[in-house]
């Protein structure tokens, strides 16, 4: 063994004084003899050394600059030292101890100012001198000693300096004097490394600023987004080994030549051989000198260590980044494309022509480029990638691709009929006769110090296979026995492949045979791992396997890294394939099963005992609990608090349970997970800002427990827990503390959810009460819009909804998961405040372009939500449609000029100007529609009022030209034209019943088609894929008409009759032989359209109340959009169940509600005309109804009042009549018919016995115990607001422009001023003579017995269900969540720190805005109410510590908000 390494020379080192000398004798004399037998270094060093002393002792004298000369003087120190201690005495030695101590200290000052010489202070200088001087006085005292001055032979001179004899206490004297020149050459030296620390430290500080600056300006410009940079390295094969010099010459060059000679026109450079033939490296290497001579395009290593390089799901974005850095002058074309890529569920082929082939054809120099693809074996979905390739790319002559792969038969087959192939038949491994002398020549310089003769052994051993090479020279560098291993290898007779190489690989790092099942879990964490693992995560995912960094250390042969906290990488996918094949692992099978159920567990014991609430350890007070936008440097505290084990593990447990559901372990720790950690899960990942990884976890765990038989508990706690998420992903995004508050109170009464988490987090949640019973969903709820949604649509190849509402947010969602991926928000496009008001989809479903009422055009990518480059200014017209071009990146919009023109306009949105001449219409166009091949556009535009004559104009988009146009008789504002899929023709049709076919090329008339009820407008036409069948029905209709027509006739008409209420929907199946309709009675019907009789419906039961309808064109996503502005998801691509009743219309009815003075009760009516109007009492305490409903009143119900005992109901109708109940019993008391033509306000004195009685005509002040009119007011007079003073003895009203104040037993007029506009809110203070008004902008303070107008103005904009009134004491005017200190003449806003009244006596103390409840003394929002709830909130009322609402079935919600006040 010893002969296998080569032998190292060692220096020869002089020995130690103590080993050749005793303290006190003399050395015997050495002649020059003698230093000759020595050798001749010692003498030539010691010459040397004189002269360069004396040299340096003349430059520290003389110079100006001393690092120079002050490492000449260290350097001969040592030199000096080095020779004269050879023979020394004990004394002499310490000296010389002490001199390198002080050779020490010098080098640390020069490593600290080789930066450059910089310019010395006096006083180091004259204390280097000093220094110096003591150096030269030991030489000189050593000389003269010695008595060799003037002796000519240098020889002798340095002999007797080793045999000097110095007193000891010149010795002790020259030490001393070397330890002070020392310390004042040291405290010199001190000084000017405290102002270099100085200089230094604002160097930094102004670099730190520029590169500030830089950054900002990199963001300001929108630059490229910011991906990982070892991901990044591992994507473009940076961190892969080249081909060492002299080795692969051959291919090299081929490929070379191929690259720079543009009369090779093959354009792909397909370099495919076996596993291990080095193919990688060589194109590691190319693309490194591309890279230098920058022909390089762009490059790709796919790679089995990450999801993201072993599919195609960032390839296009990832490549284009690359692109993007070599080529900058496409750069900002690409940047605006690939912004924020989260590529998930994408269309591959559009996808890489817009980020590759457009861009790359954009580059103006055509010189060849060069993009690198390698190990395209590794690639899932290559066959879509070799399909584009080779579409594209003769498109772009001038870019050439080296691809390279294992000749696998899928990519044999594509490649090998392809004229751009070249180096189809290149072979770097012939496996007959194998070439030895690229591996000889790897070998030895990886291995230096290996003999020759073992460089071959190994070579031939390799069988030519670099893999095999590689891998041998790691395990002998790393290995601790490298001669025993090698002779392991080389002397089996049964080592002969990369299977046998791996075994040996893996057993020589299983030392322990005892420790093979911790190392098999670390093999297989590391190979089923969805991101690589660093040991360090490693160790804290596997704590109680302490050998995980020794089993990775010797794994180094086959794993890289072995760094303690960078990702562990497979070096070679064939490492990964042995290990997943039972025949070949022969003992290290890794089972994806069970290393998923490994990893799963191991995730789930981690987060058990990592996760709590408040992961963060924010200070707060319950009542402010921050939102996350509140939080500062959230992020910073997410680093603080989280390792990467613990990101990797909240990231993709779920996805490792789903891959291992069957195990029961795995189940057992998911059920736990979910009982007791799910809220503290959702709260981290919220804060870390990866909402939708949960979502998207949690739907693919729900779908694997379905397979699961026999435990319907597991399935329902993931449903639940997975409904829970999305239900409350707007929140979760918003504000993660808030998960334990209001989203555990409004859950369904027996819920998972609600039986493991309401009682530990009870101080955090309201008590909500309720006579609505709420259950979770059987499908998919997309809930986080605020407004009514008035607009739905597929995108994406039906993998993307979305959707708009009337609070201006354009929402974007995956249709799988139901994640939100993206929302565009009024304010919130590019920092602008701007108001959506329509969308449209790109036909390839891969964009979304939508308008503002400021009439600028953006583009959104429905891959990732992000806006694509900068809007459109289109604000000289106002834009009225707007549609996509189905060919080219192109829109066509349709808009009002200021000259009242209508206009048509053709859009490029990559140059983001018009194109070709405007098309000029002298009507407004109510609809447009392009032709399938994007060469037509037919525009209907309408005569004068709607319905009216129609002008239906169909254009060429090739001059701009009017080809035909025609009017039709009836036309609304509704859509009226449909192109035929194949654009053979195009139907239009009219209000009055006739559908008008026209030839698609030309225009000419076809057929006319009407009903056999003419005279009913045509609501919509749907065309069939083929042509052939035709489907209408009609406004307000509940019934289909199909028509079969070929060659201009009609075949067959068929009337579908079955639906009982409006029909909403109509769409062809694929193949044309059925028709779906969906109708406002909630059910889903299907017809055979050759027959036309009804078929059994995909869809059983009903659908709810729906608006909105959409069905995806393969039948398998049915969209609506319920009541609550939720988008409801069924997949129907199997028998898909409604529900089992009906669900009520939408009820625009408007509450009416008082509370009883002690809170017990309270009663509600509704404004709206019902047949049978009614008051109900309901209980607080339970939210039941009280008794039977209060009936009487023949119209809506405007206001409810309590006297102040509780003991009697009043209710005023628009009927124009007061109805009193008894509030115990329900029964009526006494109706009081009115001249009012409406009653809208009562109000009761203390006793009860004096009701006043407003409208906006009248007030009646009536006694309810004679029952009779004491006084009211002329009909001049618009009294709808009232209010009594706290004494009941006044009465103040709103009148015609003003408010008048009423003594309350006499009905004089006391006082009246003055005030435009419509007056909401009236309050007296409870002491003085002051009044309240408030208007829309402002509250106004009247100062009623002064006789003067109302002189204080406070600031407001007016909200819906805020109140005004003044606090007990009188100190405090409060409107909604405003306060203010009326104490003084001038009141004084308070902020929510100012407030110091106790507001528990004022009932308006919460309020409700924006979908959070406020409470007026605290800072920020108190609680949220989920975005599916928010409807319901529209009309709320507030009473001391409850807010109700109501449902829309017209059942009431009561939110009590007592525990965060207590």
């Given at each position: 063994?010893?002969?296998?390494?080569?032998?190292?020379?060692?220096?020869?080192?002089?020995?130690?004084?103590?080993?050749?000398?005793?303290?006190?004798?003399?050395?015997?004399?050495?002649?020059?003899?003698?230093?000759?037998?020595?050798?001749?270094?010692?003498?030539?060093?010691?010459?040397?050394?004189?002269?360069?002393?004396?040299?340096?002792?003349?430059?520290?004298?003389?110079?100006?600059?001393?690092?120079?000369?002050?490492?000449?003087?260290?350097?001969?120190?040592?030199?000096?030292?080095?020779?004269?201690?050879?023979?020394?005495?004990?004394?002499?030695?310490?000296?010389?101890?002490?001199?390198?101590?002080?050779?020490?200290?010098?080098?640390?000052?020069?490593?600290?100012?080789?930066?450059?010489?910089?310019?010395?202070?006096?006083?180091?200088?004259?204390?280097?001198?000093?220094?110096?001087?003591?150096?030269?006085?030991?030489?000189?005292?050593?000389?003269?000693?010695?008595?060799?001055?003037?002796?000519?032979?240098?020889?002798?001179?340095?002999?007797?300096?080793?045999?000097?004899?110095?007193?000891?206490?010149?010795?002790?004297?020259?030490?001393?004097?070397?330890?002070?020149?020392?310390?004042?050459?040291?405290?010199?030296?001190?000084?000017?490394?405290?102002?270099?620390?100085?200089?230094?430290?604002?160097?930094?500080?102004?670099?730190?600023?520029?590169?500030?600056?830089?950054?900002?300006?990199?963001?300001?410009?929108?630059?490229?987004?910011?991906?990982?940079?070892?991901?990044?390295?591992?994507?473009?094969?940076?961190?892969?080994?080249?081909?060492?010099?002299?080795?692969?010459?051959?291919?090299?060059?081929?490929?070379?030549?191929?690259?720079?000679?543009?009369?090779?026109?093959?354009?792909?450079?397909?370099?495919?051989?076996?596993?291990?033939?080095?193919?990688?490296?060589?194109?590691?290497?190319?693309?490194?000198?591309?890279?230098?001579?920058?022909?390089?395009?762009?490059?790709?290593?796919?790679?089995?260590?990450?999801?993201?390089?072993?599919?195609?799901?960032?390839?296009?974005?990832?490549?284009?980044?690359?692109?993007?850095?070599?080529?900058?002058?496409?750069?900002?074309?690409?940047?605006?494309?690939?912004?924020?890529?989260?590529?998930?569920?994408?269309?591959?082929?559009?996808?890489?022509?817009?980020?590759?082939?457009?861009?790359?054809?954009?580059?103006?120099?055509?010189?060849?480029?060069?993009?690198?693809?390698?190990?395209?074996?590794?690639?899932?979905?290559?066959?879509?990638?070799?399909?584009?390739?080779?579409?594209?790319?003769?498109?772009?002559?001038?870019?050439?691709?080296?691809?390279?792969?294992?000749?696998?038969?899928?990519?044999?087959?594509?490649?090998?009929?392809?004229?751009?192939?070249?180096?189809?038949?290149?072979?770097?491994?012939?496996?007959?006769?194998?070439?030895?002398?690229?591996?000889?020549?790897?070998?030895?310089?990886?291995?230096?110090?290996?003999?020759?003769?073992?460089?071959?052994?190994?070579?031939?051993?390799?069988?030519?296979?670099?893999?095999?090479?590689?891998?041998?020279?790691?395990?002998?560098?790393?290995?601790?026995?490298?001669?025993?291993?090698?002779?392991?290898?080389?002397?089996?007779?049964?080592?002969?492949?990369?299977?046998?190489?791996?075994?040996?690989?893996?057993?020589?790092?299983?030392?322990?045979?005892?420790?093979?099942?911790?190392?098999?879990?670390?093999?297989?964490?590391?190979?089923?791992?969805?991101?690589?693992?660093?040991?360090?995560?490693?160790?804290?995912?596997?704590?109680?396997?302490?050998?995980?960094?020794?089993?990775?250390?010797?794994?180094?042969?086959?794993?890289?890294?072995?760094?303690?906290?960078?990702?562990?990488?497979?070096?070679?996918?064939?490492?990964?394939?042995?290990?997943?094949?039972?025949?070949?692992?022969n003992g290290f099978l890794v089972r994806t099963t069970n290393a998923h159920a490994l990893l799963s567990s191991s995730c789930v014991v981690l987060l058990l005992g990592v996760l709590k609430h408040n992961i963060l350890g924010l200070l707060y007070q319950k009542s402010a609990i921050p939102t996350n936008t509140h939080i500062e440097n959230v992020n910073d505290l997410v680093e603080q608090n989280t390792?990467?084990?613990?990101?990797?593990?909240?990231?993709?447990?779920?996805?490792?349970?789903?891959?291992?559901?069957?195990?029961?372990?795995?189940?057992?720790?998911?059920?736990?997970?979910?009982?007791?950690?799910?809220?503290?899960?959702?709260?981290?990942?919220?804060?870390?800002?990866?909402?939708?990884?949960?979502?998207?976890?949690?739907?693919?765990?729900?779908?694997?427990?379905?397979?699961?038989?026999?435990?319907?508990?597991?399935?329902?706690?993931?449903?639940?827990?997975?409904?829970?998420?999305?239900?409350?992903?707007?929140?979760?995004?918003?504000?993660?503390?808030?998960?334990?508050?209001?989203?555990?109170?409004?859950?369904?009464?027996?819920?998972?959810?609600?039986?493991?988490?309401?009682?530990?987090?009870?101080?955090?949640?309201?008590?909500?009460?309720?006579?609505?019973?709420?259950?979770?969903?059987?499908?998919?709820?997309?809930?986080?819009?605020?407004?009514?949604?008035?607009?739905?649509?597929?995108?994406?190849?039906?993998?993307?909804?979305?959707?708009?509402?009337?609070?201006?947010?354009?929402?974007?969602?995956?249709?799988?998961?139901?994640?939100?991926?993206?929302?565009?928000?009024?304010?919130?496009?590019?920092?602008?405040?701007?108001?959506?008001?329509?969308?449209?989809?790109?036909?390839?479903?891969?964009?979304?372009?939508?308008?503002?009422?400021?009439?600028?055009?953006?583009?959104?990518?429905?891959?990732?939500?992000?806006?694509?480059?900068?809007?459109?200014?289109?604000?000289?017209?106002?834009?009225?449609?707007?549609?996509?071009?189905?060919?080219?990146?192109?829109?066509?919009?349709?808009?009002?000029?200021?000259?009242?023109?209508?206009?048509?306009?053709?859009?490029?949105?990559?140059?983001?100007?018009?194109?070709?001449?405007?098309?000029?219409?002298?009507?407004?166009?109510?609809?447009?529609?392009?032709?399938?091949?994007?060469?037509?556009?037919?525009?209907?535009?309408?005569?004068?009022?709607?319905?009216?004559?129609?002008?239906?104009?169909?254009?060429?988009?090739?001059?701009?030209?009017?080809?035909?146009?025609?009017?039709?008789?009836?036309?609304?504002?509704?859509?009226?034209?449909?192109?035929?899929?194949?654009?053979?023709?195009?139907?239009?049709?009219?209000?009055?019943?006739?559908?008008?076919?026209?030839?698609?090329?030309?225009?000419?008339?076809?057929?006319?088609?009407?009903?056999?009820?003419?005279?009913?407008?045509?609501?919509?036409?749907?065309?069939?894929?083929?042509?052939?069948?035709?489907?209408?029905?009609?406004?307000?209709?509940?019934?289909?008409?199909?028509?079969?027509?070929?060659?201009?006739?009609?075949?067959?008409?068929?009337?579908?009759?079955?639906?009982?209420?409006?029909?909403?929907?109509?769409?062809?199946?694929?193949?044309?032989?059925?028709?779906?309709?969906?109708?406002?009675?909630?059910?889903?019907?299907?017809?055979?359209?050759?027959?036309?009789?009804?078929?059994?419906?995909?869809?059983?039961?009903?659908?709810?109340?729906?608006?909105?309808?959409?069905?995806?064109?393969?039948?398998?996503?049915?969209?609506?959009?319920?009541?609550?502005?939720?988008?409801?998801?069924?997949?129907?691509?199997?028998?898909?169940?409604?529900?089992?009743?009906?669900?009520?219309?939408?009820?625009?009815?408007?509450?009416?509600?008082?509370?009883?003075?002690?809170?017990?009760?309270?009663?509600?009516?509704?404004?709206?005309?019902?047949?049978?109007?009614?008051?109900?009492?309901?209980?607080?305490?339970?939210?039941?109804?009280?008794?039977?409903?209060?009936?009487?009143?023949?119209?809506?119900?405007?206001?409810?009042?309590?006297?102040?005992?509780?003991?009697?109901?009043?209710?005023?109708?628009?009927?124009?009549?007061?109805?009193?109940?008894?509030?115990?019993?329900?029964?009526?008391?006494?109706?009081?018919?009115?001249?009012?033509?409406?009653?809208?306000?009562?109000a009761f004195t203390f006793t009860g016995e004096v009701m006043v009685l407003g409208s906006n005509h009248k007030i009646y002040v009536i006694n309810t115990k004679a029952k009779n009119v004491v006084w009211s007011t002329g009909k001049e007079n618009s009294n709808s607001e009232l209010v009594l003073s706290a004494d009941n003895s006044k009465i103040a009203a709103t009148c015609d422009n003003g408010v008048?104040?009423?003594?309350?037993?006499?009905?004089?007029?006391?006082?009246?001023?003055?005030?435009?506009?419509?007056?909401?809110?009236?309050?007296?203070?409870?002491?003085?003579?002051?009044?309240?008004?408030?208007?829309?902008?402002?509250?106004?303070?009247?100062?009623?017995?002064?006789?003067?107008?109302?002189?204080?103005?406070?600031?407001?904009?007016?909200?819906?269900?805020?109140?005004?009134?003044?606090?007990?004491?009188?100190?405090?005017?409060?409107?909604?969540?405003?306060?203010?200190?009326?104490?003084?003449?001038?009141?004084?806003?308070?902020?929510?720190?100012?407030?110091?009244?106790?507001?528990?006596?004022?009932?308006?103390s919460l309020i409700y805005r924006d979908g959070w409840i406020y409470y007026v003394a605290t800072r920020g929002p108190l609680l949220p109410i989920p975005s599916h709830l928010r409807e319901q909130f529209f009309d709320w009322t507030a009473f001391y510590n409850l807010i109700l609402v109501w449902t829309q079935d017209k059942l009431p919600v009561l939110v009590d908000c007592t525990p965060f006040f207590?």
């Open positions: 063994m010893s002969t296998i390494f080569k032998k190292q020379r060692k220096k020869k080192t002089n020995e130690h004084p103590s080993q050749s000398d005793t303290p006190g004798s003399s050395a015997p004399e050495a002649t020059t003899s003698d230093m000759h037998a020595k050798g001749s270094t010692a003498y030539e060093r010691t010459s040397d050394w004189t002269v360069l002393f004396f040299n340096c002792l003349r430059e520290i004298s003389e110079a100006s600059e001393m690092l120079a000369p002050l490492k000449s003087t260290s350097m001969l120190l040592i030199r000096g030292l080095e020779t004269t201690m050879h023979n020394n005495r004990s004394a002499w030695e310490e000296l010389a101890r002490k001199l390198a101590l002080h050779h020490t200290t010098i080098n640390g000052y020069i490593s600290q100012l080789e930066v450059g010489d910089r310019p010395s202070s006096n006083a180091s200088q004259d204390a280097l001198k000093k220094y110096a001087e003591v150096l030269s006085a030991i030489l000189r005292e050593a000389t003269a000693s010695a008595d060799v001055a003037g002796t000519p032979n240098l020889k002798k001179t340095f002999k007797r300096i080793g045999d000097t004899q110095i007193e000891k206490d010149r010795i002790a004297e020259l030490s001393r004097d070397a330890d002070f020149a020392h310390r004042q050459f040291d405290e010199a030296m001190r000084i000017i490394m405290a102002r270099q620390v100085t200089e230094l430290q604002q160097q930094l500080d102004r670099v730190r600023a520029e590169i500030m600056q830089e950054i900002g300006e990199l963001k300001s410009r929108n630059d490229l987004p910011d991906f990982d940079e070892p991901f990044l390295s591992l994507v473009r094969g940076q961190d892969l080994d080249i081909c060492e010099q002299g080795t692969r010459s051959e291919i090299l060059g081929q490929i070379r030549i191929w690259a720079i000679d543009e009369q090779i026109k093959s354009q792909i450079y397909w370099l495919n051989d076996a596993a291990g033939t080095g193919k990688t490296t060589i194109a590691a290497t190319l693309a490194d000198e591309w890279l230098t001579n920058r022909t390089l395009a762009g490059r790709f290593f796919f790679s089995p260590n990450s999801a993201a390089t072993s599919s195609l799901d960032q390839f296009c974005s990832l490549l284009a980044k690359d692109i993007a850095l070599q080529l900058p002058e496409v750069r900002q074309v690409i940047n605006a494309r690939i912004r924020e890529v989260s590529a998930a569920c994408l269309r591959f082929s559009q996808q890489f022509r817009r980020l590759v082939v457009e861009p790359l054809k954009l580059v103006s120099d055509k010189r060849n480029l060069l993009l690198v693809i390698d190990a395209l074996d590794n690639c899932k979905g290559r066959d879509k990638l070799l399909s584009e390739l080779l579409l594209h790319l003769p498109s772009i002559s001038s870019v050439k691709l080296l691809l390279t792969s294992r000749p696998l038969p899928d990519i044999t087959d594509i490649l090998s009929t392809s004229t751009l192939i070249e180096g189809y038949n290149t072979c770097l491994l012939d496996v007959y006769n194998p070439s030895y002398a690229d591996v000889t020549i790897y070998i030895r310089k990886r291995v230096p110090k290996l003999e020759g003769e073992y460089v071959d052994l190994i070579a031939n051993r390799s069988g030519g296979l670099f893999i095999w090479a590689a891998t041998v020279c790691r395990m002998l560098q790393i290995y601790r026995r490298p001669s025993k291993l090698l002779h392991q290898i080389l002397d089996s007779q049964s080592f002969k492949g990369l299977d046998d190489l791996y075994l040996q690989v893996l057993e020589q790092a299983l030392v322990d045979k005892a420790a093979h099942s911790l190392f098999m879990n670390i093999l297989e964490a590391v190979t089923i791992s969805f991101q690589p693992l660093s040991i360090s995560s490693l160790q804290v995912l596997f704590p109680e396997n302490d050998k995980v960094d020794l089993f990775i250390q010797d794994l180094c042969g086959v794993l890289k890294d072995g760094d303690p906290h960078r990702p562990i990488k497979v070096l070679h996918p064939t490492f990964r394939e042995f290990l997943y094949q039972a025949d070949r692992a390792t990467v084990a613990l990101k990797y593990a909240s990231s993709y447990w779920a996805r490792h349970a789903a891959a291992s559901i069957l195990e029961s372990d795995v189940q057992e720790k998911v059920m736990t997970f979910l009982s007791t950690k799910l809220l503290n899960w959702l709260e981290l990942m919220s804060f870390r800002g990866c909402v939708g990884q949960c979502i998207q976890g949690l739907a693919q765990l729900q779908t694997a427990v379905a397979m699961i038989e026999n435990r319907s508990d597991l399935q329902n706690a993931v449903s639940n827990s997975y409904q829970f998420a999305l239900q409350n992903q707007s929140l979760m995004t918003e504000a993660a503390l808030h998960l334990y508050t209001t989203p555990l109170a409004f859950l369904p009464k027996e819920s998972f959810i609600s039986e493991r988490y309401q009682r530990a987090h009870k101080v955090l949640i309201p008590v909500v009460t309720s006579a609505a019973s709420t259950k979770w969903s059987a499908h998919t709820v997309l809930t986080g819009h605020t407004g009514h949604i008035e607009q739905v649509a597929f995108a994406l190849n039906y993998t993307r909804v979305v959707s708009r509402d009337t609070d201006n947010t354009l929402s974007l969602w995956d249709i799988e998961s139901g994640s939100l991926i993206g929302k565009q928000s009024a304010g919130s496009v590019k920092g602008k405040q701007v108001a959506i008001k329509h969308f449209t989809v790109s036909p390839d479903g891969e964009e979304v372009a939508f308008v503002t009422k400021s009439n600028n055009i953006y583009v959104l990518s429905a891959i990732t939500g992000a806006l694509s480059g900068e809007p459109i200014d289109a604000s000289a017209e106002e834009i009225l449609h707007i549609t996509f071009c189905p060919n080219r990146r192109r829109i066509i919009t349709s808009s009002i000029s200021s000259t009242m023109f209508n206009v048509l306009r053709l859009w490029d949105l990559e140059a983001q100007t018009t194109v070709g001449n405007p098309m000029r219409l002298d009507v407004p166009t109510t609809c447009m529609c392009l032709s399938p091949d994007g060469t037509m556009l037919v525009s209907v535009s309408i005569y004068g009022h709607c319905p009216g004559k129609g002008l239906v104009i169909a254009w060429s988009l090739e001059d701009y030209s009017q080809v035909v146009s025609y009017t039709m008789s009836r036309v609304g504002y509704m859509k009226c034209i449909r192109f035929c899929p194949d654009g053979s023709y195009f139907a239009t049709w009219t209000r009055d019943g006739t559908i008008h076919l026209r030839l698609g090329h030309t225009g000419e008339r076809m057929l006319e088609l009407c009903s056999t009820r003419t005279n009913d407008p045509v609501d919509d036409v749907v065309i069939s894929p083929s042509g052939r069948h035709i489907a209408s029905y009609n406004f307000g209709g509940s019934t289909v008409y199909l028509w079969e027509v070929k060659s201009g006739l009609v075949l067959n008409h068929h009337t579908l009759v079955g639906h009982e209420m409006d029909i909403r929907y109509l769409l062809f199946s694929p193949e044309g032989d059925r028709v779906v309709s969906i109708s406002l009675d909630q059910t889903v019907r299907v017809w055979n359209t050759h027959t036309g009789e009804g078929l059994q419906s995909f869809f059983t039961g009903y659908t709810g109340t729906i608006m909105l309808p959409e069905l995806s064109q393969d039948w398998r996503y049915l969209l609506t959009v319920g009541l609550s502005n939720q988008i409801n998801i069924y997949d129907v691509s199997h028998q898909c169940q409604g529900e089992e009743k009906p669900g009520d219309e939408r009820s625009f009815a408007v509450p009416v509600i008082a509370f009883s003075p002690l809170g017990d009760i309270f009663a509600c009516g509704f404004t709206e005309y019902v047949s049978k109007p009614y008051i109900q009492r309901w209980s607080v305490e339970t939210t039941q109804p009280l008794g039977e409903p209060m009936t009487g009143h023949t119209n809506g119900v405007r206001c409810v009042a309590f006297t102040s005992d509780g003991q009697i109901i009043a209710s005023g109708s628009d009927d124009c009549t007061v109805r009193l109940w008894s509030s115990s019993t329900g029964n009526a008391l006494w109706t009081i018919p009115t001249e009012m033509n409406t009653v809208e306000r009562i008048g104040i009423w003594d309350v037993l006499t009905g004089k007029q006391m006082a009246r001023c003055d005030i435009s506009g419509r007056i909401f809110h009236l309050s007296f203070h409870p002491q003085r003579d002051l009044l309240a008004i408030c208007s829309y902008t402002c509250i106004y303070l009247w100062e009623f017995n002064s006789g003067q107008i109302p002189s204080l103005e406070l600031q407001i904009k007016y909200e819906n269900g805020f109140q005004l009134g003044f606090t007990l004491d009188g100190k405090y005017l409060l409107y909604g969540d405003l306060v203010w200190n009326v104490q003084s003449k001038r009141p004084r806003k308070l902020g929510p720190g100012d407030i110091r009244v106790d507001l528990g006596s004022y009932e308006q207590h």
